[in-house]
């Protein structure tokens, strides 16, 4: 996700804008020959680095991409919105005892979702099964292959329809490929896809 969250200062902190980042490792390695031609060109110079983020990178690929990804994603709310509650929250499982989000959390959490939603819009708005999604509402980083569930789906029986149905081209069962939750807030009902967080409710 591109986010342009806190300015960066000299000791690079956790809670540093994640574009700007970007942006220094694309210049300090010389990576830009490495990046999709097509954006490159698209490009301003001054803006090349951005064809290594998702959101500008993916208009340009042609491949088939089967997308899998929380909007409320734990290293995303923690590394780059620094939001207070999830930075208390271990990263990986067993997961600490849940600390109950602010109100201005959880404002920031869902504002952090929407963002992530309008930004993933383009290759939602895709047609055709070269796109495939699995975008859950739980706040977690890494989701399990097999518990990871949407509307009682798992991450890996919504792959495994993706692919085979397009690589096997049996395109004529009706399925759009798309198993997207849109929620306000992040998932608790569901320990092992989701951290046990608690959530202030947030109007």
Known sequence: M?????PCNESISTNC??????????????????????????KPADQVYSCMIAEHAIGYVAHDVFFEQSKFDHWQLWQEAGIPCVTQQAYTPPWQPAPTCSAAD??????????????????????????????????????????????????????ATW???????????????????????PRTDNPLACPPFVFTPWN
């Open 106 to 159: 959880s404002a920031a959490i869902a504002g952090y979702g929407k963002t992530f939603m309008a930004q993933a819009s383009g290759p939602l708005n895709e047609t055709g099964a070269h796109r495939g999604f699995f975008l859950t509402s739980c706040l977690v980083h890494g989701q399990d292959w097999h518990y990871a569930s949407i509307d009682h789906v798992s991450l890996q029986s919504a792959f």
């Open 17 to 42: 804008n994640y574009t700007a980042l970007v942006e220094v490792m694309v210049r300090f390695h010389g990576s830009e020959g490495g990046l999709n031609p097509g954006c490159v060109a698209a």
């Open 2 to 6: 591109d986010y342009d969250g806190r």
């Open 163 to 185: 692919y085979y149905r397009r690589h096997a081209e049996r395109t004529h069962v009706t399925n759009d490929f798309r198993w997207v939750e849109d929620q306000e807030l």
